[in-house]
Each structure stands twice: as C-alpha cells, then as structure tokens.
T-cell receptor, first 111, second 113 residues
Framework: DAKTTQPPSMDCAEGRAANLPCNHS???????VYWYRQIHSQGPQYIIH???NNETNEMASLIITEDRKSSTLILPHATLRDTAVYYC????????????FGQGTRLTINP | DVKVTQSSRYLVKRTGEKVFLECVQD?????MFWYRQDPGLGLRLIYF???????EKGDIPEGYSVSREKKERFSLILESASTNQTSMYLC????????????FGQGTRLTVV
C-alpha cells in the first residue's frame, strides 16, 4: 500500500469549509484513496473513498488530482462535532483488504 | 446498519494471565481485523483474517494470536499478558472486493497490571 502524508494538525472556524490535504505520490493504479475519522474515545468511522473521480456524499467531498498524487477532503460546513483525527489511506481492493493507518490530521473546529 | 461489537469496553488483567478479546460482526463480512492504538503511535495492525480459519500477520503480531472459527467472530488472544500490552484494542470488519468500507467496534481499553 502507498504511503500517505498528512499535516499533523489543522484548525478551522465553525461554519467554514475544512479542507484536509493528503499526499500519496507513490499511489499505484489499483489503489483507492480512503478517508476515515476518529472522534475521541470511539472507533474510526468511514467517511468517503475514491479512485480517480471526485466523490461526494452526505458527509464530505473528495477531490483527487488528475495525477492521483494528492487529494483533499472537504467538510463543507464544519461543526464542532467534526473535531476529530482524520486519516487518509491508500489501499488496493484486490482479495483481502488490509487498511494501514498513518498518524492522521488532528482537526480542531473552533467556535 | 452494520454492527461490530467488542465484548468489553474496559478490561483489567494481571501480568501473565491469558486474555481473550472477542469481536462479533453481524453483516457476513469476510474480512476482520485487530488493531491496537497507543498515543503517538496511531493505529497499528496486529492480525487480520479474510476467511474462516485464515489469518495473516499484521505489523505487530508478537505476543498475540488470533482465532476465527466462525465467520462472524474474531478473537484476539494474549497468551501471557504483559504491561506493554496495555492499550486500546479495536476490531474492524469489511467485505472483500472493490468499493467497500471497514466498520469498527467501539474499542476495548485493556490495562495489564
């Protein structure tokens, strides 16, 4: 699985869009980009994933660059409940899947 | 909704005890995983299983073993608990194949004294 790089921490004002970057310059063609988040004292929660097209769901949007070497998770209207550690993972989906988590980005939403 | 249930939220065991952490999922997922999470080290994969009786070592399998006798249940075993195994343990499950996501349990905080 490709290694991902994320900033260790970010701040965002409540109500604004939170844009979380992820670098995955060694990603291979069959690897998806996944985002999970972990709110304090809970298990990680799936947010979104994509291969090469931009994706949107009820939680967030995922923008993947054309060369697939980086991506951005967008929380369009951040709330205090979005304060969490956000993990970006690159993983293939062939046979058994193995998710390897990095250190993630600690996002703090400020009132 | 998928549910991944870990048998205990908090557990205190003595050094040298044999410890079983149980995880059950109710969505017929093929994959199941055990992670531990420690401050500053993030989530680290201990073992995973992609089928009944099948297991693969993760990044830190030393001191642990696993058992998967039924598809819905994945057990993590600490043969002889040590204080350095004090940690938060997280179980997860997923389907095999493209476009799937992993679902996590609420975690078990194990303290070995």
């Amino acid at each position: 699985d490709a290694k991902t790089t994320q900033p260790p921490s970010m701040d965002c004002a409540e109500g604004r869009a939170a844009n979380l970057p992820c670098n995955h310059s060694t990603i291979s063609g069959n690897e998806y980009v996944y985002w999970y988040r972990q709110i304090h004292s809970q298990g990680p929660q799936y947010i979104i994933h994509g291969l090469k097209n931009n994706e949107t769901n009820e939680m967030a949007s995922l923008i993947i660059t054309e060369d697939r070497k980086s991506s951005t998770l967008i929380l369009p209207h951040a709330t205090l409940r979005d304060t969490a550690v956000y993990y970006c993972i690159a993983a293939a989906r062939v046979g058994a899947q193995k998710l390897v988590f990095g250190q993630g980005t600690r996002l703090t939403i400020n009132p | 909704d998928v549910k991944v249930t870990q048998s205990s939220r908090y557990l205190v065991k003595r050094t040298g005890e044999k410890v079983f952490l149980e995880c059950v999922q109710d969505m017929d997922h093929e994959n199941m995983f055990w992670y531990r999470q420690d401050p500053g080290l993030g989530l680290r994969l201990i073992y995973f299983s992609y089928d009944v009786k099948m297991k693969e070592k993760g990044d830190i399998p030393e001191g642990y073993s696993v058992s998967r006798e039924k598809k819905e249940r994945f057990s993590l075993i600490l043969e002889s608990a040590s204080t350095n195994q004090t940690s938060m343990y997280l179980c997860a499950s997923s389907l095999i194949g493209a476009n799937t996501e992993a679902f996590f349990g609420q975690g078990t905080r194990l303290t070995v004294v």
